[in-house]
Nanobody, 116 residues
């Protein structure tokens, strides 16, 4: 079955950096777009970034452009989100997401808290 396991969330000060990882299994990772979503307290889940199967297409929500970088390692079935210059507004649970023919799938999420 499809499994997405996120890791790397933590408490970090404003201006700090984190690298999130998502290990995927149960589907053909290398042929699928991968997505990072986030959900802040009291807010709807939003798409943060996406990456094409070979990594040539990378899109970001405006609020993270220039600060976040999505990448993937198809040999390891892993997608990453490098987050720099973190702001309190980035505080959220971050989810890895894949959209397959039968359904969309998310992991359990990893908590990122940006606070001094």
């Amino acid at each position: 079955q499809v499994q997405l396991v996120e890791s790397g969330g933590d408490l970090v000060q404003p201006g700090g950096s984190l690298r999130l990882s998502c290990a995927a299994s149960g589907f053909t990772f290398r042929v699928n777009f991968m997505y990072w979503d986030r959900q802040a307290p009291g807010k709807e889940r939003e798409l943060v970034a996406r990456i094409s199967p070979a990594g040539g297409v990378r899109d970001y929500v405006d609020s993270v452009k220039g600060r976040f970088t999505i990448s993937r390692d198809n040999a390891k079935n892993t997608v990453y989100l490098q987050m720099n210059s973190l702001e309190p507004e980035d505080t959220a649970v971050y989810y890895c997401n894949v959209r397959l023919v039968d359904s969309d799938y998310w992991g359990q999420g990893t908590q990122v808290t940006v606070s001094s």
